[in-house]
């Protein structure tokens, strides 16, 4: 019986953990958050984030303890962040509420309990908060009184409903906040208060000069006491702090980019305590005795990063003697950073949560090292004169000996990167492994990430001036288009990358360009139009090699960046051709270029329409290389492969008519001739919807309605076995062959393909699957030439039986036991070795490793044995100088005789 249960186990070595991967946990942008004492009185901190999380962090290091990843969209979205009897309360939802409740110290669920809202409830205002073991919901319907329904938070008993007062027209419920049992409400001139936990429920007013428009909520455990305010009129802030008795106390009022929080000692003393950025890397914190102003402590930090406008999330203040104090104040940003600050004066840790809110990315090309672009420059001179090149090559070898005895006395010191804070030699290895993983977030911050060490080299905040544009399908936050116009392979002109936003005033748009290693930003270019669509152009400038941007306008007249560039752009104008997708009305538009009076205008060369909404329109990687023309059939004949450089695939989704369920349309269009060469239709298909076009084949992934399932589409185009030659047109309609899968799990969260240097190895396509696996699948597994019964000649060529279902053994999870939650994103880039390609995912989490669909052919193992070799090398070469001497010495007796 022992026998029949025993199962193959695939494991990984211990020290092979970390060796080529990491993962970066995250928990996103704090919107709620608390200091308390776990069960062994240490300080802990409790987050509640904007991406749905509660997690808890380390006072001292700000590692994650523990964290809790609730429901995607509003169903999970966080109103409440309570902490009661060493459980930590969560209150999530929009239309069913639902309150859990978690063990402080190892984050197991210990009480859950929901309700449903009322109908008349889910679109309203709703203001929620709890004290000791109560729940309070303070629900507002227009011109009626508002009500207030109590909660017991732990199982959900309902203690109380009462209508308590009717809100003056004055006031309007988007400007009324609570906070430990105070209800605060504005209008222009100032603010009422009422105290709705005594029952009590008369209001109190209090004016001010002051046009008030938001309110922010301060954590009640910060002090029991009072209830704390910030009320800003768009250009300074001030806080009030309120007691039970409604009596109020103000603070100064300062900069909108600052905070400031009131908190009562328990000498009933109130202490304002302001947190001011200086700059975008420094931060002032202050500490100021209410009544008589009084500094308490004025301390500057100087962060490793830029940060935006900060907010005071929680604070800790413990009392000492003498009338001192010291605080732990957690400070939030608008790009996500999370930072703990002493008033001490300790920095103690510092989180870049905005990574949770990766937009876009690409993983780039360290520069090369002093002395190959010294050999570079040698083979790229093109004077003719030979003793200018002599003395060249003359000066390149003692360049190099110099070099070789610095390093031998170690005083070779680091040449390149000087302008980066941590000093660190960034160059090319020489198998290229070495790279910059730069991303963009949500809220335009910038980062290199070193792909080795995970470490984030430099990060560049942009103005708040400008955002980004918005998203142009169901998987995107928002989209922020990220070119590279030049790589590091044209030393000595440094690399440059462009990321293009718009003004936030205007709506036109902003070029922002900058180098990706050392992270000098170069040019900031604000324009006087609003971008339609922007692209490369295929051909680089002579001098400088730069690739310019192509910027189509919304009159769709043209602008080339840089100008200079312009003259590239003209003289590849008969051979270029670009294509604008209008989603909304789906329709797909092509256009030529036609050059007149000194000005490239666009003519239209064909159009496309559809049905429903675009929600996909994918092309090839333009750093694509195909190795393989063709594949080899069983009767030795050649099935050429349709690599039409031109083919773009368009998915429209529509309602179907008959059964009113959602339908995907693809359409296989040649972007320069606007000819369908081939379509599909996929019936009861929703979202999640991803597609993947590569080579000769495209993969479509969707989720089946009627099945309840997710299936995978897989297209294979060929021309026949006689290759089409440069004289005619690829427009023909190519061999189709398709086949349909099924894949085990809920739904996929992004898909790629591996993509390597020259296009020999295998690809395979990498799927990010809901429950938090990477999954590899080999395009063997997925080849819709899989016949349903298999012969002599199928296995001859190497084509497996056709069976729906997708294996997914242990051994292609790429990711092992860490998961991936909420991924957005896969990157894929190729290395100096063929047979490796490089994988970056990003989400909640980011992981980062290596892949090799056909193994490492190019590399020996890591058991290789070096020892043994060398003795057989050594053995052979003396028994060849042996062998050697002894045939001379045949040869000279045999002459002898």
């Known amino acids: 019986m022992f026998v029949c249960n025993c199962k193959n186990v695939f494991s990984l070595y211990e020290d092979q953990i970390g060796k080529f991967d990491w993962k970066k946990n995250l928990i996103g942008t704090v919107k709620y958050s608390l200091f308390a004492k776990d069960v062994n009185q240490q300080t802990v901190i409790f987050a ?54 978690w063990d402080i110290k190892y984050g197991y669920l210990i009480s ?60 309007t419920i988007d400007r009324c906040a609570v906070n430990n049992g105070i209800l605060l409400c504005l209008n222009e001139v100032g603010f009422a208060t009422m105290n709705f936990t005594n029952e009590n429920f008369i209001f109190h007013h ?80 202050k500490g100021l005795e209410q009544h008589n102003e009084r500094t308490l402590f004025l301390r500057r930090f100087v962060l490793k990063f830029p940060v935006g406008q900060v907010t005071i999330s929680a604070i800790d203040c413990v ?3 003498a009338d001192q104090i010291i605080c732990s104040i957690l400070v939030t940003t608008t790009d996500g950073s999370v930072i703990l600050l002493k008033s001490t004066g300790e920095l103690k840790w510092m989180r870049e949560e905005a990574l949770a809110n990766v937009v876009t990315g690409e993983i780039i090309e360290l520069p090369m090292s002093d002395t190959e672009a010294e050999m570079q420059t040698e083979f790229d001179a093109k004077e003719s004169d030979v003793m200018k090149m002599f003395i060249r090559r003359i000066s390149s070898h003692i360049f190099q000996l110099q070099k070789l005895f610095l390093g031998i006395l170690g005083m070779l010191e680091k040449s390149f990167s000087t302008d980066l804070d941590n000093g660190s030699k960034l160059v090319r290895d020489y198998f290229n492994l070495h790279k910059i993983i730069l991303v963009i977030t949500k809220q335009l911050k910038v980062y290199a990430i070193d792909n080795v060490s995970k470490d984030i080299l430099w990060s560049y905040l942009i103005k708040y001036d400008f955002e980004p544009f918005p998203a142009s399908s169901t998987n995107e936050i928002v989209r922020i288009p990220l070119f590279i116009q030049r790589t590091y392979r044209h030393y000595p002109h440094p690399m440059q990358c462009t990321i293009l936003v718009k003004d936030k005033r205007t709506k036109n748009g902003v070029i922002i360009s900058f180098d990706p290693v050392t992270g000098k930003f170069e040019s900031e270019l604000k324009l006087d139009f609003k971008i339609k669509q922007a692209m490369l152009l295929p051909k680089q400038t002579i001098n400088d090699y730069l690739q310019g941007i192509m910027i189509l306008k919304e009159d769709n007249s043209i602008y080339v ?35 007149k009076v000194n000005n490239t205008v666009l003519i239209p060369a064909w159009n496309m329409k559809c049905t ?62 606007g000819v369908i060469v081939n379509g599909d239709v996929r019936y009861k298909a929703s979202d999640p ?46 061999i189709v062959d398709s086949r349909v899968y099924v894949l085990p799990t809920s739904y996929v969260e992004a898909a790629r393909e591996t993509i390597t240097e020259k296009g020999i190895t295998s690809k395979h396509v990498l799927v990010a699957l809901s429950v938090g696996n990477i999954v590899e699948l080999p395009w063997v597994i997925l080849d819709p030439r899989r016949p349903f019964s298999s012969t002599n000649e199928i296995k001859e060529e190497g084509v497996l039986p056709y069976i729906p279902e997708i294996p997914i053994p242990t051994e292609t999870i790429i990711n092992y036991n860490q998961t991936l939650n909420r991924v957005r994103g896969i990157l894929t880039s190729p290395t100096g070795l063929e ?23 190019d590399l020996l193992k890591e058991d290789f044995d070096y020892v043994l070799i060398i003795v057989v090398l050594v053995l052979l070469i003396m028994l060849t100088f042996i062998s050697k001497h002894l045939a001379y010495r045949r040869a000279l007796r045999q002459a002898w005789r």
Request: hydrophobic content about 40%; overall charge neutral; glycine content about 4%.
């Open 319 to 321: 009392e000492k003697v």
């Open 112 to 171: 859950q309990w929901s309700f449903q809202l009322h109908p008349n409830e889910v679109f309203q205002k709703i203001l929620w908060f709890c004290s000791a073991d109560k729940l309070y919901k303070l629900f507002f319907l227009p011109e009626q009184s508002p009500e207030l329904e109590t909660f017991k938070i732990s199982n959900g008993e309902k203690l109380s409903q009462k209508n308590i007062f009717s809100l003056e027209p004055v006031y």
């Open 48 to 101: 509640a984030t904007e991406e749905n999380v509660v997690a808890c962090l380390c006072y001292k290091s700000g590692n994650i303890l523990w964290r809790k990843i609730l429901e995607k969209g509003n169903l999970g979205r966080i109103n409440a962040l309570h902490l009661y009897n060493k459980i930590i309360f969560a209150v999530s939802g929009t239309d069913v509420i639902l309150i859990r409740g």
């Open 689 to 734: 919807v991803h597609l993947i076009h590569s080579e000769n084949w495209v993969v479509l992934i969707y989720y089946n309605d009627k099945a309840r399932r997710t299936e995978v589409v897989t297209y294979e185009l060929y021309e026949g076995k006689t290759q089409k030659n440069s004289t005619e047109t690829k427009s023909l309609r190519p």
């Open 561 to 595: 960046y840089p100008e200079y560039a312009k003259t590239v752009m003209l003289d590849i104008t008969p051979n270029l051709y670009v294509h604008v997708a209008e989603a909304d009305i789906c329709q797909v538009n092509g256009y030529m270029f036609n050059y």
């Open 612 to 673: 429903g909404k675009i929600i996909k329109v994918c092309g090839k990687n333009p750093i694509e290389k195909v190795h393989s023309q063709g594949r080899v059939l069983s009767d030795r004949s050649v099935l050429y492969k349709y690599l039409n450089p031109n083919l773009i695939v368009v998915v429209s989704q529509s309602f179907n008519p008959e059964d009113q369920k959602s339908m995907l349309t693809l359409y296989f269009v040649d972007s320069v001739t």
């Open 206 to 285: 209090v004016n001010f000069n002051y046009t008030i428009d938001k309110q922010y909520f301060v954590n009640a455990h910060t002090n029991t006491k009072i209830a704390v305010f910030t009320i800003y009129d768009g250009i300074e802030k001030f806080s009030v702090c309120i007691d039970k008795n409604l009596e109020f106390y103000k603070s100064n009022a300062i900069s909108e980019i600052g905070d400031v929080n009131i908190i009562t000692l328990s000498s009933g003393i109130h202490v304002t305590i302001t947190v001011m950025p200086i700059s975008q890397n420094i931060l002032e914190l």
């Open 835 to 857: 047979s490796t390609s490089f994988v970056f995912v990003y989400g909640l989490d980011l992981f980062y490793t290596r892949t090799a669909p056909s193994k490492t052919f």
